[in-house]
């Protein structure tokens, strides 16, 4: 009855409580014999000291396997807990490491990160987009062959900067693997361990071919306004005396003294005109030259000058051949637009041998209503495709080299830009009207029910 309660205490809470009730028990069990039996303590103590022993014993064993049983129970909960909280900061340093990689993939540059050497390991999407090559065609190349025809001197000079731990930047002209060229904004630089050794090199690049695009646009726009504010400056003064002089030479013309000299005059009268439409075409050319924008469709515009046109191929005995399509109505100045498809035909015109075709067409691709001038020339030599639009560039003999410069004007005034694809079978001159504005709002004065 008395090693119960021993047994109880011990297995449920430990050795000491065992003990506890183990020496409670003995107590009882000594004066129940004193009491009960009438013995003197002592005798009643050496006949119970056996079961006082076993309790003793039973209390302290099984106490004891119980404190191990709980301290292992708690050891066990312990490391449970470590464990959760290792997994938890593995599955988050994952989670993090899965962003990071994600936005090295997606980044809208380009990264390569290479070893010490300047080997390759890893490139991203956007190289792969950028430059056209697999990730398999360029691990483990040097990085600096991807700078095609990059002289060993400045590898070395570039190498000599990022390895003394410094950044090096550089925009550049690429080549993609199709041998297109592109502008690349480069920046390289080393990256640390903690210990502030570099372990790696990271690549970062940018396609600022449209930036340099627009930087070159906005050059010329603003040489073309310059020239224009100059000839508005001076186009007023010079046409007067010009008139003065036509007026005269048209009534000293018309004298009967004058008659074998009418030649002459013929010529005179021509060269005047000629200087005349020069200055017009300057005017033409300033920033803010007031244009008359009325919402109404390119293709009408076309169809109204096409007789012209035709004519003049003609003359010139070469084919116009027009492809319409149905374009939404645009806000234009119908003269601008009439000089602008003169300007481009002519060129076209000029830039063919006889027999040949010349094509107008007007279509929608994606945001932008085109207006096209397909010619079969020889196309633009390599050499001056750069001055292409540059006021006075010219090629021909007869040629003021105003032509393109206005059109860019007119294409300025309008928001469009103007652009062309030329090769050996002939140039096209690509005129872009915007049909949205960016943002997904409509643009000011442009119909989208179409015609
Ligand atoms: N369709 C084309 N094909 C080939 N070369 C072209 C074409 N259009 C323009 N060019 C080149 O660009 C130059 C500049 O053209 P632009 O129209 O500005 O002046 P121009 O035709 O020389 O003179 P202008 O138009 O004032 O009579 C031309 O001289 C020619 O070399
Ligand atoms: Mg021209």
């Known amino acids: 009855l008395f090693v119960l309660p021993v047994l109880v205490a011990s297995t449920t809470m430990g050795k ?213 504010e100059m000839a508005a400056g001076i186009g007023h003064e010079i046409r007067n005396p010009l008139t003065t002089v036509s007026g005269f030479l048209q009534l000293l013309k018309r004298k009967q003294k004058s008659a074998e000299y009418i030649r002459y005059y013929e010529l005179m009268l021509d060269e005047l005109n000629r200087a005349n439409a020069i200055i017009t075409e300057f005017l033409s050319m300033a920033k803010n030259k007031v244009v008359d924008r009325k919402r109404q469709n390119i293709n009408r515009i076309l169809k109204n000058v096409v007789p012209l046109l035709e004519a003049d191929a003609a003359i010139r005995k070469k084919h116009l051949k027009i492809k319409l399509a149905d374009v939404p109505d645009l806000f234009l100045d119908e003269t601008e637009m009439r000089q602008l498809v003169f300007n481009l035909v002519r060129n076209g015109l000029e830039a063919m041998p006889e027999g040949e075709v010349l094509t107008i067409s007007t279509y929608v691709e994606g945001n932008e209503a085109v207006l096209a001038v397909r010619d079969r020339g020889e196309g633009i030599a390599p050499d001056i495709v750069e001055k292409i639009g540059t006021p006075f560039f010219t090629t021909k003999d007869y040629g003021t080299g105003l032509g393109l410069s206005v059109c860019f004007s007119i294409a300025g005034r309008h928001d469009a830009v103007i652009d062309f694809d030329t090769g050996p079978a002939g140039t096209v001159f690509y005129v872009r009207f915007k049909l949205q504005a960016v943002g997904g709002k409509q643009a000011p004065g442009i119909n989208f029910d179409g015609p």
Request: aromatic share 8%; proline share 3%.
């Open 16 to 228: 000491t409580p065992g003990l506890i009730m183990s020496a409670v028990c003995a107590v009882f069990l000594v004066f129940y014999q004193v009491l009960a039996a009438a013995k003197p303590f002592i005798q009643a103590l050496e006949s119970e000291l056996f079961i006082i022993s076993m309790m003793c014993v039973i209390g302290w064993f099984t106490g004891e396997m119980t404190d191990i049983a709980q301290q292992n129970q708690k050891q066990l909960k312990t490391n449970l807990k470590d464990l959760r909280e290792e997994i938890n900061r593995r599955q988050k340093a994952e989670e993090r490491l899965r962003m990071l990689s994600g936005a090295l993939e997606q980044s809208p540059s380009s990264v390569v990160i290479a070893d010490t050497g300047g080997n390759i390991e890893y490139v991203n999407a956007k190289f792969t987009d950028i430059t056209g090559c697999l990730p398999g065609e360029v691990t483990g190349k040097n990085m600096f062959e991807l700078v095609d025809g990059l002289p060993h001197e400045q590898a070395e000079q570039i190498w000599h900067v990022i390895k003394a731990g410094r950044e090096w930047k550089k925009e550049m002209l690429s080549k993609r693997k199709n041998s297109e060229t592109y502008w690349n904004a480069v920046s390289i630089a080393p990256f640390k361990n903690p210990a502030g050794e570099i372990t790696h090199f990271l690549w970062v690049a940018e396609d600022i071919t449209e930036r340099k695009r627009v930087e070159k646009e906005m050059a010329r726009l603003e040489q073309l306004n310059l020239v224009g």
